[in-house]
């Protein structure tokens, strides 16, 4: 293949003109829009900025809604996939009201205890727990998911004072509302009806005397004390007693 140099384009502007090794021998292409993109080679154009494209893990709705089922937040999987929450947010919210009635369908079923079922529901429960405790039951929050074996987990949350805690339990809808039983500690509290420890028990405080020392007693450095005209003694001053010096100013 032979190689040509550019010369530039004919007068009519249709072709551009080479030249080989010898000037006289010249050539002409068509100045098309072939030539013109092959040129480029596909760079962008002066005028054109110059875009970042960034490259998303783009998941499938069916995706989405797996991840949200298994207890994911929107946020989580959006931060996670590099997708946008609003996006998200459009597949999973039939996921999370599939969640939000699980978890509800939960407080209506029955704790399974030693001896079988409980008569009351786990809100039932729970709530008379707390209250006997001195704690308010208005404040818990509920949620659920689906583990791999595709049963239920339940989450308890509730506050005391500053700490937060949760228990959690495993939903089997069946008749009658179904049965929960507990997964950790502090589900088997809430549910034990022998159980009488508080659920967040405080370390007592050692009680301290906050006693005032007895002062020793002040002397003058010498045997003999200072009286004043009046014949009382002089009390020196603590930092005479350590320098020495009398209320007189003698050494």
Not at 47 to 70: F, G, H
Request: with cysteine.
């Amino acid at each position: 293949m032979r190689e040509v140099k550019l010369v530039g384009l004919d007068a009519d502007g249709k072709y551009i003109i080479c030249e080989g090794d010898d000037p006289a021998e010249q050539f002409r292409l068509p100045a098309d829009d072939r030539l013109r993109a092959a040129l480029r080679g596909g760079v962008a154009a002066p005028d054109q900025p110059k875009l970042d494209i960034e490259v998303t893990n783009m998941l499938s709705p069916k995706e989405i809604q797996a991840k949200i089922r298994a207890g994911a937040s929107v946020e989580q999987v959006a931060a996670a996939s590099g997708s946008d929450v609003a996006r998200i947010r459009r597949f999973a919210h039939p996921v999370l009201l599939e969640r939000f009635r699980a978890a509800e369908l939960a407080t209506a079923a029955h704790p399974f205890l030693g001896d079988g079922p409980s008569v009351l529901t786990l809100l039932e429960t729970v709530s008379t727990a707390l209250v006997a405790r001195g704690l308010d039951p208005d404040g818990l929050s509920w949620d659920a998911w689906r583990n791999e074996d595709n049963r239920w987990t339940v989450q308890l949350a509730w506050k005391i004072g500053r700490s937060d805690n949760i228990a959690h339990f495993c939903f089997t809808p069946g008749a009658h509302g179904g049965t929960v039983t507990p997964i950790d500690d502090g589900a088997s509290e809430l549910i034990d009806p022998d159980f009488d420890r508080p659920l967040r028990p405080l370390a007592k405080v050692a009680h301290v005397d906050f006693d005032e020392p007895a002062r020793p007693a002040v002397t003058a450095p010498s045997g003999q004390p200072v009286h004043t005209r009046r014949g009382k003694p002089v009390i020196p001053a603590w930092e005479d007693v350590l320098l020495g010096v009398r209320s007189g100013g003698q050494r």
